[in-house]
């Protein structure tokens, strides 16, 4: 291992005086061992960020560089545990170190010492290879394939039944021994063999994304809103309903009060698809707003690597991240510290490339061991000011699938989820429609198509009624407005702390249908000459 | 580890509240450093850059009087640290923690790092227990809990000041035989308010602990005061087990000290010349709220925002808003109408709401009587546009009715003046005023 001096410090900066590091590659930084990153190589000087509050760090003290880059370690005992933006175990450290985090040191994020029941998939003379499947244990409910690192060769002996992570799976040729985990470059997304186009809706169970704007298996969505417009209940509601296998969901520079009422609520809540209970199918990053801001840069690539992890195995993972701003934030202030040149509004002039190559990682996948998984992503953004015209809003629009826009009027109504349903879209909507049509009911698409219009309507209704007042408007535009009315408070509106909370497509399908056969026959009796009061007081029976 | 402490004579620039030194060894960043003055006069700094042998120094106060050649610098080898104690509570410091009450410093029991340490997600107890402010906009509509932070967004002229006070006054836990103890950090303010809010503090039965930044004394010490006052809450809060209220006024003012300092240090500056770093740095005070798990003790915050030109995305509005878990938004159009207190309670919100009301805590139908005043009153403020336009005769008589309801509602609900409401009160206020308008709970 190399051994330098730090030359200087500032903020989360430190040069020194190290040679023959390589750009990116992970650094040991002071006598507490602060986990640090190559982000600028000179020739007799490398410049690196610390992941950690680098005060009380001095000048003269060392440096060691680890010869890899910053990475996750992947394997069995990741479900259902809680990481800060390095995969330290926050759980673990809370037991050894109490309620606040004083002390850092180098913890890893598996558990070394857990037993588990495994059952190879291999025989001795197989030959191994990266991403090929060494067997299986059982990680709470879900088979936990264990994939092979970068060993290769050819297989001498397998172990089976009771292991820990730190004892060998097996044996290679020439004595290598083959781990149960493996580590993998953060900032890398893992290979597959090929990717395919998102075809299968993801269900979450908020009517207005699931029937409006739906979102894809292996699609990007991102959920831009000011404060106090429910952004992160919206993904709250979706990581305790969606239909997928895994829920990855990284906090990252949010509250950490929030973090507590998630992880409370995620230890009572039971997955409606599979009745248990919904830690046992979530991995949590945390990185709350007042932990160190170079972590939290970190924090979403710790996070997508991990859920790429399960994705290899064939599983559908959601990747939740809460909020996309704060990384940007997290990147300036990195960016400012390194004196580079800013672009828009301070941010660093690659952000859009960054958050591209980012979001490029969720997709539909055939892994390496030729199973099918899907990564897909919801990310919230923070814009300030509530004005959408900011950096972070205009990169992110460029290449996400779905855009669900939340408002801040409809959220001083108190009309939750606040989604704006005019400005909102989804690049996904056709194929998803004739997806939902063929599952749930053919008339899915006929419906969505109404149910637009009528709000539609509404809205140039509503400049109409302004001016002239509602009285003065006929009695077929007072229907459509009373429609519209019903559509915006019974079907997009969905209160979170309700048993309405999880609508699944079929209830969604037949709220719909009521409405508009309502508004309907209401239509009929008006050509009738039946007068409007009436036709509403029948219809409220 | 030193073993002795190192003096320097080698500044080489004096820029505002920062000092270069050079020829500095083995320096460390965060390292506490006494600067002496020719006259004798010492003063605390802190060490926030080192590149090489060269030291960038920030001094905690006014640098007037400071010269190249004559002045010291120790550099302690120590980070910096808040003496504690229970016997704390009663006092009053400036800035830099010298009591300003004439008694002598207590002896402490116990020193921590004015930073703090963040709390470990893990380990937060998710904010519980409601927290009776006695003004029904928050007890009914936006209910502060335990643990939470929930800053007071007030315009410049509005009464801020005086509802501070009514929750000084007023504010009481639910649960019997638990009290407050309210930590007061008070930021840039003129004699005027301090006066005012000392008169209130000492009518105070409860015990409380302040910090002081007057206007005119330096902006740094704006800095320092609010990091004070919360390692002394998380003291109270986590070492004595009490639960504490941390009241920070002016945020505003602690913003554009940050922007000054930061200006001095030839930082990029970001939104409105705010630093670009100013979300990770409120975070860093918001955020030592909380409660944690398997502990008595709270520290709850209510810090007060003035938006500059009324604008509730100035930068300092909305990275609180960003970070603190709601909002209660003082409105000038109620102030000119007389309510008091002018809470809007439409763009007020208080994220933590649903944990600290219902059956048990409150009441069975608390949820539902708020929801639907905020239904009618939001519907009736949204037709005051339509008013406008055609005229009262224009509207339906729903319509007129729902108008006259926003009227009742700010005039009787909102409006209490200073009467104490307890919750009971509040909720049957507010039912009351829906019945009054025939209109349905369900």
Redesign the interface.
Known sequence: MKTGKI?????PTV?VDLKGLKLYERVFVGHSLLTGEVVRLERDHAVIQVYED???????EPVKGVGRPLTVRLGPGLMGN?YDGLQRP??Q??RE??????VWKEIYGLDYMKRWNFTPYIKPGDKLEFGKIIGEVQEGAFKHLIICGEEQGVVTRVASGDVSLDEPFGELEGGLEIPGCHEWPVRMARPYRRKFAPQTPLVTGQRIIDFLFPLARGGVAIIPG???TGKTIFEQSVAKFADVDIVVYV?C?E???????L??EFEEIEDPWTKRKLTERTVLV?N????P?AAREASIYTAVTMAEYYRDMGYHVLFLADSLS?WA??L??IS?SLEEM?GE??YPTYLASRLSAFMERAGVVETLSGKTGSLSMILSV?P????FTEPVTQACLRTTGAFFMLDTSLA???HFPAINWFQSYSLYGKDLSAHFCKTVAPEWEEHRRRAGQILQQEESLREV????????LQDTDRLVMHTAERIRSEFLGQNA?SDDAFSPPGSTLARIRDIVSHHDSAVEKLKQGAKLEEVLKEGSK | MRLSQHIYKTIRTIAGPLLFLDKVQAARIGEVVRVTLPDGKNMDAEVLEIEGDTALVEVYGSTQGLDIEQTTVTFTDAIKKVPLSPDIIGRVFNGSFVPLDGSPLFIPERWMPLTGAPINPAARARPADFIETGITAIDGLNTLVRGQKLPIFSCAGLPSKEVVAFILRNARLAEAGRSFVVVFAALGLTFHEYSFYRSVLDEMRTGFVAFVNMADEPVMERLLAPRFALTVAEYLAFEQHMDVLVIITDMTNYCDALREISTAREELPGRRGYPGYMYSDLASLYERAGRIRDMDGSVTMLPVVTMPEDDITHPIPDLTGYITEGQIVLARDLHQKGVFPPVDVLPSLSRLMQQGIGEGRTRKDHRSVSNHLYKYYAKGRDLRRLEAIVGRDGMTKADGLMLDFADAFERDLAGQGMKRRTVQESLDAGLELIKRFSLEVK
């Open positions: 030359l200087g410090i500032s903020g040069s680098t005060r009380g760090l001095g000048v003269g809680m926050l759980l450290m809370r170190m109490g309620p606040f985090i004083r000011g404060f106090g906090g520079g509250r950490g009060n929030e973090m507590a009422d992880i409370a945390v709350t707003s007042n932990m801001v704060r934030e997290a300036r202030e400012t800013p509004e301070g923070s300030p000011g509530g004005d001083h109504r108190r009624a302004e001016i002239v007042g509602a009285e003065g702390y």
